[in-house]
């Protein structure tokens, strides 16, 4: 049981360059989540997902993309990275959004140049 | 909208000495409060929730709906507490998603 998996740990692009960051569960989780953690603000929601073929925004969705057509991935798509996207990103899964069913992967540290 | 207020960026104290992060929340209606820890390169994981009124690592933490605080506690602190401690909110009308404060890092010096 591996829980929450994200790559890539580490990533250094350059402006208006795209990629996608992994995420994998393996507990059947139906709630999924993106955050992105910046110094003095936290984690700030940028996209979730409540099943398989369901996404929806979160507080900052801007210059993201994602989809979900397996219960178990969900990736997070840069269209166009800009600096402002330099950041660590966290995805959590859950049986529910509920704070007591969270389980968070290990972080993904973008830096855009 | 929900919002979570940890005013201290940064808290240093000396091991054995007591420590109290703070975590002010608005929300007019009955929230879920959450206390997440995130030790150096690792995941955040969850240290306490307020339904529980558990102890945790020595950790308490108790909601006070009347000043919306539900501020960390412990009485001895420990070089290996230092990390970043998250509050965090959820509400059944916004999905349970979880909204996070700021983070306050603690640093506790031997």
Not at chain 1, 26 to 54: C, F, K, T
Not at chain 1, 71 to 95: I, K, M, N, W
Not at chain 2, 92 to 99: E, F, K, S
């Given at each position: 049981n591996?829980?929450?998996?994200q790559?890539p740990?580490?990533?250094?692009?350059?402006?208006?360059?795209s990629?996608t960051?992994?995420c994998?569960?393996?507990?059947?989780h139906?709630?999924?989540?993106?955050?992105?953690?910046?110094?003095?603000?936290?984690?700030?929601?940028?996209h979730y997902?409540?099943?398989a073929?369901?996404?929806d925004q979160?507080?900052?969705?801007?210059?993201?993309?994602?989809s979900?057509s397996?219960?178990?991935?969900?990736?997070?798509r840069?269209?166009?990275a800009?600096p402002?996207?330099?950041?660590?990103?966290?995805?959590a899964?859950?049986?529910?959004a509920?704070?007591?069913t969270?389980y968070?992967?290990?972080?993904?540290?973008?830096?855009?140049? | 909208?929900?919002?979570?207020?940890q005013?201290?960026k940064?808290?240093?104290?000396?091991?054995?000495?007591?420590?109290?992060l703070k975590?002010?929340?608005?929300?007019?209606?009955?929230p879920?409060?959450?206390?997440?820890?995130?030790?150096?390169?690792?995941?955040?994981?969850?240290l306490?929730?307020?339904?529980?009124?558990?102890?945790?690592?020595?950790?308490?933490?108790d909601l006070?709906?009347?000043?919306?605080?539900?501020?960390?506690?412990?009485?001895?602190?420990?070089?290996?507490?230092?990390?970043?401690?998250y509050?965090?909110?959820?509400?059944?009308n916004?999905?349970?998603?979880?909204?996070?404060?700021g983070?306050?890092?603690?640093?506790?010096?031997?």
């Amino acid at each position: 049981n591996a829980g929450v998996t994200q790559t890539p740990k580490f990533q250094v692009l350059k402006t208006g360059q795209s990629m996608t960051l992994q995420c994998a569960q393996d507990m059947n989780h139906e709630y999924m989540s993106w955050y992105r953690q910046d110094p003095g603000m936290g984690l700030r929601l940028i996209h979730y997902s409540v099943g398989a073929g369901i996404t929806d925004q979160g507080e900052v969705p801007n210059g993201y993309n994602v989809s979900r057509s397996t219960t178990e991935d969900f990736p997070l798509r840069l269209l166009s990275a800009a600096p402002s996207q330099t950041s660590v990103y966290f995805c959590a899964s859950g049986r529910t959004a509920n704070g007591n069913t969270i389980y968070f992967g290990e972080g993904s540290w973008l830096t855009v140049v | 909208a929900q919002r979570v207020t940890q005013p201290e960026k940064l808290l240093s104290v000396f091991k054995g000495a007591p420590v109290e992060l703070k975590c002010n929340y608005s929300y007019s209606g009955s929230p879920e409060l959450f206390w997440y820890v995130q030790y150096s390169r690792q995941r955040l994981q969850l240290l306490l929730r307020h339904i529980s009124r558990e102890s945790i690592k020595g950790f308490t933490a108790d909601l006070n709906k009347g000043e919306t605080s539900f501020h960390l506690k412990k009485p001895f602190a420990q070089e290996e507490d230092s990390a970043m401690y998250y509050c965090a909110l959820s509400v059944r009308n916004a999905g349970n998603m979880l909204t996070f404060g700021g983070g306050t890092r603690l640093m506790v010096k031997p």
